[in-house]
């Protein structure tokens, strides 16, 4: 009997390499002579679970979200963790610095999960708080696994060939999308955060508390 092997979607590699390299370059950040304390405890504040001295955590899962929130959403002077990272440092390595352009182009928005390709490894997401365009996430865990119709919040970095997630989502029942948006314009109203986009995360953050499913991922 013969076997074959089933081919690679396009661009399937690069974003293996991509997603490879970007557990890489979070290490290089966090270990960065940039990173301080200061950074953590900020972030921490910011998303509301600080408690004197202590972060307080609802489940494990919460690490990855307040992980993404410090490298990407949380400002100090101005710029974010990686904004800083990428204005101290030159990186000789072509792929290394095509991953943190993206991570620089990056965006967060509620998505509606329209379409799933579990041979193409991607699912299409209709932004539901935006006019864009819906795109095709690429990505090799949730389109094995998520449902159609789900709701995600989740953070997208836009590259060449594909889009990809930052591997942190909070996913919401499609019946809930009224109430969750009418959560989130209540916080966001509440909230006093200058920068929209740290905004929107703790808003969303918060939902997820409240309304959002669980998600096991990565």
Known sequence: MWSFRSKEPEGFKTYKKYRQISNELVTQVMQSAIMGPEWITGAAKEIGILRGKAIELEDEGENIAIMDFLLHDYRRDGKTLVETYAATVSLENPEQQAVLDGWLRGYTSLFRVAEISAAERTLTLEDLLTAREPIALMD?????????????????????????SSGNSFAFDAENE?????????LNQKLKIAHESSRRFVCFFKANRILGLSVGYR
């Not at 789900?150 to 889009?163: C, D, I, S």
Request: no cysteine.
């Open 140 to 164: 090799q865990n949730m389109s094995q696994s998520t449902v159609s119709g789900l709701l995600l919040f989740t953070r997208v970095f836009p590259y060449e060939r594909f889009n990809m």
């Open 178 to 186: 009224k109430p969750l948006l009418r959560k989130v314009k209540s």
